[in-house]
Every structure is written in structure tokens, then in C-alpha cells.
């Protein structure tokens, strides 16, 4: 099972600001089976991307996603105060497992 | 629109029994992998497991944690997702949240709490 370690645990920025969110594979995901969900509080999680960077329908272009190997990452490039929210990645190869999740503060 | 409406959660002492039930709509249910995550209170996502379309034998994965002790089920004829959960523990408590798919979830339920206590 491949386990996923995301960091920081908690980021605070400010409006505007570039947030850079990391998730490491224990093992390559050569697939790059990886997906990135928001979750906003009292919500259930939303997804952003799959297959690394590939943008779900809505989402907008201010994430990105990116990363191969062992090594992704989710990347919003101006900060809005609605983007408060839980971020966790997910690897969905022959096993379906969660990174622990990055809270963004702003 | 895909819809996804969870329900059955409620209290219930460790070693009991509880059944969820996830209603869905706005997607072709019968040939739909359908899959179980759930969230406990304050922490992370959890994959709890998938069942497979009749097409695929219904096949079921379980997590580690709940095998032997959850069972999936579906009702193709009234768009329908059970999920029955026996021999109940503290460490069950969560929101459990029903999804449409099996690899990335695009479409969530808005989850249902399920609490486990004496």
C-alpha cells in the first residue's frame, strides 16, 4: 500500500498570496494515479484534479496540479479568502489510499 | 446532475448493527462502480471500499479495518447503495460518505454520521 505524507500539516497566508502544497509517495505512483480534493468546512470534498493535473470540470485555472514519481504537487496561485479549506491527495492505483491533509489558513 | 443522498446514521453501541443507505440519480446506477469513504470527526479520508457493477460480478474490496464486519450491497432496480455495518466499534464513527466511482470521486453524497458509542 503506498502511503502519502502531505505538508505542511497547516498553511497560513494571506489573499493574493502563492500557496504551494507538497504530497510524497512512499513508493513511485507510475501512473500517475493522483488526485487532489478541497474541502471546505461542513462540506464533503471536491475534486480538482485527477491523473495529476488534468482540471475537474468547474475548477479554476489558479490550481494547478503537477508532480510525477514520488513527488506532487497542488499549487493556487493567487490566494481567494474562499479557498479556506482542507486539501488531501489520494492515490488511486491498485490500492486507494489519502495523504492526512493540508489546511490552508488565510 | 448527479445526486447522491446518504442516509441511516444515527447513535449505536459498540457491537451493534446499522445499515446506510445511499439513493442515487442523474447517472446510469447499474453499470456504476460505487465506492464508500468515510471521515472521523476532526480527521482525514479513509477509503472504506468499493463494490463493482453486476456487469463485474457485484465484486466487493474492503478496507483492512472494516472486512469481515461491513458488507455492500446495491438494488439495481431502485438506484440504491447499502452499506451494512455489523460488530460496531468507538473507532467507527465517522461521516461516511457515498461516491460514484472507484478511482478519482468526482460526484460525493453529502455524508451521513454515523456515531458509536456506549
Known amino acids: 500500500e503506498i502511503v502519502l505524507t502531505q505538508s505542511p500539516g497547516t498553511l497560513s497566508l494571506s489573499p493574493g498570496e502563492r500557496a504551494t502544497l507538497s504530497c510524497r509517495a512512499s513508493q513511485s505512483i507510475n501512473s500517475n494515479s493522483l488526485a487532489w480534493y478541497q474541502q471546505k468546512p461542513g462540506q464533503a470534498p471536491r475534486l480538482l484534479f485527477y491523473?495529476?493535473?488534468i482540471r475537474a470540470t468547474g475548477i479554476p485555472d489558479r490550481f494547478s496540479g503537477s508532480g510525477s514519481g514520488t513527488d506532487f504537487t497542488l499549487t493556487i496561485s493567487r490566494l481567494e479568502p474562499e479557498d479556506l479549506a482542507v486539501f488531501y491527495c489520494q492515490h488511486y492505483g491498485n490500492s486507494i489510499t489519502f495523504g492526512g491533509g493540508t489546511k490552508v489558513e488565510i | 446532475e448527479v445526486r447522491l443522498v446518504e442516509s441511516g446514521g444515527g447513535l449505536v453501541k459498540p457491537g451493534g448493527s446499522l445499515r446506510l443507505s445511499c439513493a442515487a440519480s442523474g447517472f446510469t446506477f447499474s453499470s456504476a462502480w460505487m465506492s464508500w469513504v468515510r471521515q472521523a470527526p476532526g480527521k482525514g479520508l479513509e477509503w472504506v471500499g468499493l463494490?463493482?457493477?453486476?456487469?463485474?460480478?457485484?465484486?466487493?474490496d474492503y478496507a483492512a479495518p472494516v472486512k469481515g464486519r461491513f458488507t455492500f450491497s446495491r438494488d439495481d432496480s431502485k438506484t440504491t447503495l447499502y452499506l451494512q455495518m455489523d460488530s460496531l466499534k468507538t473507532e467507527d464513527t465517522a461521516v461516511y460518505y457515498c461516491?460514484?466511482?472507484?478511482?478519482?470521486?468526482?460526484?460525493w453524497g453529502q455524508g451521513t454520521l454515523v456515531t458509536v458509542s456506549s
Open positions: 463494490i463493482k457493477s453486476k456487469a463485474y460480478g457485484e465484486t466487493k
Open positions: 461516491i460514484h466511482g472507484s478511482g478519482w470521486y468526482d460526484h
Open positions: 491523473d495529476t493535473s
